[in-house]
């Protein structure tokens, strides 16, 4: 799967991208993240990306030119256009069942705005969807691409070690993941539950189960009352 991302730094993405899961995966060939500096595109003999927005306001506004330009050189060649995500705290919030439905894409192009945002004619003529990481403003949208990125991956076939790495964690049946302890099985004296010391697989699968439910219940009364709208029959 490869992300196309635009940008003004795209030096964030070379450093933490490669690092990890997410850096092994690109060396394995499986993902690529590719960071395009927006800047480059600019045709302002000082590179400027901004100007001061229309109507008065504090903050500046990135302009048409430079972005629409840079989208229109890295699909030049593409007979289908990907995905452009503009990364924005008015788009959807993104969740797990996102990320889930943008891991089936082969190609995607995230739009990081910065100052104030971007020039609203950017999304008319460009953007096909704005995805929010969360109900706050950010200083630009480097770091909600890196998450996008992040947790899309780890959905895409071969970046993990295997499917269960990933649909017995949070979020991904609608309940948070079971408690999880490793060595020493005793730490100060505060042992770890007998039941994962027994050996026990349908035992352990049990308990982690009821486990699962109860820290919903507990942690996400929002989620668990979802979960067990959906589940009445089984509680
Ligand atoms: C300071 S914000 C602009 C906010 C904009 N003036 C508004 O009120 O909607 C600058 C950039 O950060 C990014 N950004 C900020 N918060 C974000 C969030 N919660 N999710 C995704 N991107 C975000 C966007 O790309 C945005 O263009």
Aim: aromatic share 8%.
């Amino acid at each position: 799967m490869k992300f196309d991302v635009l940008t003004l730094f795209p030096e964030l993405f070379n450093i933490v991208m490669r690092e990890s899961i997410i850096g092994r995966a690109q060396e394995n060939g499986i993902i690529k993240v590719n960071a395009i500096n927006i800047r480059d595109y600019s045709k302002d003999k000082h590179k400027k990306v901004d100007d001061y927005p229309f109507g008065g306001g504090t903050g500046m506004v990135m302009t048409c030119q430079p972005v629409i330009d840079a989208y229109n050189d890295i699909t030049k060649d593409m007979t289908v256009k990907p995905k452009v995500i503009y990364m924005s705290p008015q788009g959807r919030v993104l969740n797990q069942k996102i990320a889930k439905e943008l891991s089936t894409e082969e190609h995607l192009i995230l739009l990081c705005g910065h100052y104030e945002g971007i020039d609203e004619r950017i999304i008319e003529e460009i953007v096909d969807e704005e995805i929010s990481i969360g109900d706050y403003v950010l200083t630009g949208g480097e770091l909600p691409a890196m998450v996008l990125i992040d947790c899309v991956s780890r959905l895409v076939q071969g970046v993990l070690a295997s499917e269960n790495s990933y649909s017995e964690e949070s979020h991904f049946n609608g309940l948070l993941e079971y408690p999880q302890y490793t060595r020493p099985a005793d730490y100060n004296g505060k042992k770890v539950p007998d039941i994962l010391l027994s050996g026990h697989h349908a035992n352990i699968e049990k308990w982690r189960t009821q486990q699962s439910i109860e820290r919903t219940k507990q942690k996400r009364p929002d989620m668990y009352e979802v979960y067990e709208r959906t589940h009445k029959k089984n509680l």
